[in-house]
């Protein structure tokens, strides 16, 4: 039975031997529910960059370039990483360079792993399906903030164990206290939003609302993957 | 009012800005523990060292030698961190020198602290009401297990917020996220056991009744403070 295991933040991935296994991306306020929901909505490319001068070093006529710094657009840049700027009318057909604070950077600090694929509510239960089908070891990578732990990836991470426990073993700790949590909110997970203090900081930004949409649940049925450092969409292997 | 916050391993250390604030160690299974359990029972001196060949320097005529590595007792040490063998009757009035594969390694990371101080389920009410009295902002650091997260450090973490946090701010989602997981298993503690990681490594050297010791609350009145690379006691304000 393969085995499902989360890390807290980026910083503690090193601990981690990632080379064989799947990592999972989760970024839920807002990175991962956006790149999510761009592909939903026909986006063709999202490439992750780290920094805004790599975001800037594309061409502006071929690419959407998206740009996200302590929660906030930056200025300059077509858009950041609210879902709402991911809507069909603006992002079908594109592709997308994207940089944010703690999702492009936690995707950076997977490199080493033998596939990368995004995590949100919006596509729980495609990449669940997907994970179950792909039937590697999993490590599911909390994005977090400025590599310290946050409740909303953590509870997703305990959201996709609980779909999942019963066809890997949980490997750690970590695995159990995010199942924990997550059965915790399950029933509420509007909940997450008053605990969290990241939602807290979208709150002074006036971006209270994009909290919400990213915790609604399979709107999504794809799972993008990293290939050669572009994301692309591979449909649900059971939905499609 | 003063902040508090948690953080899940020392890994994580270097995030936080230490040097005015109370560091309080855990380790519950078993070196917070087995050194609050020494000093309830007349231990003087508890010099907490990284090696095992710091350890051996020191002269066993004047000082117990205890050293574990991977949950046992290392060879041609007089114990290790089995609360079992800090009774009155070994240690009253004397010198102890303690390395363990995470305790201490946690106590030597958070060197730069204001005050570092040791907690455990033994001397929870003590240890909080030497905390209020303080009044300083509180990191509560996890030694974890190898530098991941582990659940039993964590839910005394959120044991310990649960006492005091009306009187201090909840710094991060990392304290949010131990009060929740606390709150759960509050009425049962002893179910830790079964979640745990490590207790299953104890259990493999049938050490498991070790845990349930570790988990029994108020048996100690006193809080280990580290004064120049040596732990002693001081009474709790409240009880003294």
Redo the contacts between chains.
């Keep these: 039975m393969p085995s499902i295991d989360v890390c807290?933040?980026p910083?503690?991935l090193h601990?981690y031997d990632v080379r064989a296994k799947v990592v999972v991306i989760i970024d839920i306020f807002r990175a991962s529910s956006s790149i999510c929901y761009g592909f939903e909505n026909g986006a063709l490319e999202i490439i992750p960059v780290s920094t805004i001068e790599q975001c800037e070093s594309f061409n502006g006529n071929d690419y959407l370039l998206a740009a996200e710094r302590d929660g906030a657009v930056v200025e300059g840049f077509h858009f950041g990483n609210s879902p709402y700027s991911y809507t069909a009318e603006k992002v079908s057909g594109q592709k997308i360079v994207l940089t944010t604070t703690n999702g492009t950077y936690a995707i950076e600090q997977a490199a080493g792993a033998a596939e990368i694929v995004i995590g949100s509510f919006l596509n729980l239960s495609a990449l669940c399906d997907w994970l179950l089908n792909d039937g590697r070891d999993v490590i599911l990578l909390c994005a977090g903030?400025?590599?310290?732990?946050?409740?909303e990836d953590?509870v997703f991470a305990g959201a996709v164990i609980s779909k999942l426990f019963h066809s890997f073993n949980l490997d750690?700790?970590?695995a159990?206290?995010a199942l924990?949590?997550f059965r915790?909110y399950e029933l509420k997970l509007e909940a997450i939003i008053e605990?969290?203090?990241?939602s807290r900081r979208m709150k002074q930004l006036g971006i209270e609302k994009d909290a919400l949409f990213c915790l609604q649940t399979d709107i999504c049925k794809q799972v993008p993957i990293m290939k050669n450092g572009i994301l692309t969409v591979v449909l649900s292997t059971i939905n499609s």
Tied chains: 1, 2.
């Excluded at 903030?145 to 409740?151: G, V």
């Excluded at 605990?195 to 990241?198: A, D, N, R, T, V």
């Design positions: 807290f933040t910083a503690l601990l903030w400025k590599n310290l732990f946050n409740i953590t750690g700790d970590s159990v206290g924990d949590l915790l605990k969290s203090s990241h």
